[in-house]
């Protein structure tokens, strides 16, 4: 679909929960109705929680667009993770960095990398929630705390929006800013906002979440797969991070590691994590029951083989990058190391992070992935505070939790120079959060902080990194369809 959505030639996608409750298996089950009004809607508690879980939903629908792959496509790929030659196709241009490739099909994964309309769709459904949750009367609220239910659905909605601009901040930096449910009818153009300015409305969103959050999610079933108030703090400091503010990020990640919500996983039963709620958990996007499976678009099916994968019995659809991995993991006790890769020491090592595969039917044939994208874990904001705190030069206290994290993994303590330890704490986010959607966006920060450029061979020079090459263009459909947008800045000359 062609519209531009800061045209906002939107419908209304709410998912009304057909119910045993409101489990995550249920509110992703991403089958929109045909478009109830507002003027019908918004009249009880069930539908309340129904409108902020079509945001959930569409967040799904985001992230694992561009074939299931948009996460990873834009937080691993194209890194040396993978191989530079990663085939001649759609992905291989987006790991070599090729993002301004023309492309005549609109229907193409890169024609939907580029294009942020699904991230639109989210901001809509929060602004729409944020507009109309306050008029559904506190008295058809089944909750024992009525006031308490409706303020964590505002607090989720503002969440919501918040996570998709950042997304959108760290992809192709400044973006419009839509922050009203808009009328469709008088919807009206809107030009690209500074980066800046769009990074600063996701810390105001997030300062509206915060008090109307809980700690914990009021249904444990929904654990990790919707936001609380430890999943808000977690986005800030990710945010503060990208911002360069690293004093306001290790405060907000100090808000989830001290908050005793959370604990570290066992290394040897590393594999449970991806699974999802798991203890470490913090924000997930859920598929880890069958109705929420990804079917065969998602990473595993790219990334696994036989016996991991029983229907594929040659190598991986894509190669992972062998020198990268005994260069990343030199030391073989490393638990992550042992726990989540399989054919080591082959020409085709495989990442099994994501091997929870269930097969419906006989002799193993149709496989579905069951593996919640894990979005935000505590060894992510452990180590995000452990890089802002050497970023301070609070470097005693970053050495603490980086020896926590190595030694979880098995590792023994780190003995480098102070000097070295800001790129030692994201050299060990390289290892911990390998092939979870972190590790481009680690080596933007890295560069912009060090000149240290980490993203392998050919993918991006000193001086294509300081021109901006790391934000995505926005794909000419937008801007045919948007007089008022400009190019990213650094892909002008070259679309």
Partial sequence: MRSNLIHHQIKLFLVVLLLLGSSCKDFLDLAPISSPTDSNFWKNEKEADAAVAAGYALTRKALYAADGMAHFAYGDLPTAEFVSTLGGWTFGDVG???????????????VQLRSYNNFYRIIDQANRCMKFLPTVPLEEFTSSDAEAARN??????????????????????????????????????????????????????????????????PDQNNRAVRANKGAAYALLAHVYAWKGDYQKCAEAAA??????????VDR??????????SPEGIFEIASSDPNESAGSGSIAFRTLKTPYLS?????AEFTLNSGYLNELYSDPADLRLQNGFAFLGTTD???????NIVYTQANQTMPIAQNNIIVFRLADIKLLEAEALAATDRNGE??????????????????????????????????ELFLEGHTFYDLVRLGRRT??????????????????????????????????LVQTPFWTSRM
Wanted: proline share 4%; aromatic share 10%; charged share 25%.
């Fill in 451 to 484: 000149g240290l450029l980490k993203f392998g061979e050919g993918r991006i020079s000193e001086t294509d990194f300081a021109a901006g090459k790391y934000y995505w263009p926005l794909d000419p459909i937008l801007l045919r369809s948007n007089p008022k």
């Fill in 255 to 264: 808000m989830v590691t001290e908050s005793n919500l959370y604990s570290l």
């Fill in 152 to 217: 964590h659905l505002m607090g989720e909605a503002y969440f919501l929006r918040a996570f998709s601009y950042f997304y959108m901040a760290r992809v192709w930096g400044g973006v419009p800013l839509v922050l009203e449910s808009v009328d469709v009818t008088k919807a009206e153009h809107l030009s690209r906002a500074t980066e800046q300015e769009v990074l600063d409305q996701c810390v105001k969103d997030l300062a509206a979440a915060l008090p109307l959050l809980r700690m914990t999610h």
């Fill in 349 to 355: 090592p495989i990442s099994i992070k994501y091997a």
């Fill in 311 to 315: 229907t594929n019995s040659g190598n």
């Fill in 268 to 277: 040897s039963q590393y594999l449970t994590i991806f699974k999802g709620k």
């Fill in 96 to 110: 070599r960095v090729n993002w301004s490739l023309g492309i005549s099909d609109i229907n193409s994964p890169m």
């Fill in 398 to 431: 970053a050495r603490q939790i980086l020896n926590e994290i190595r030694a979880k993994a098995g590792l023994p303590e780190w003995s480098g120079e102070e000097a070295d330890l800001f790129e030692a704490v994201m050299e060990e986010r390289q290892r």
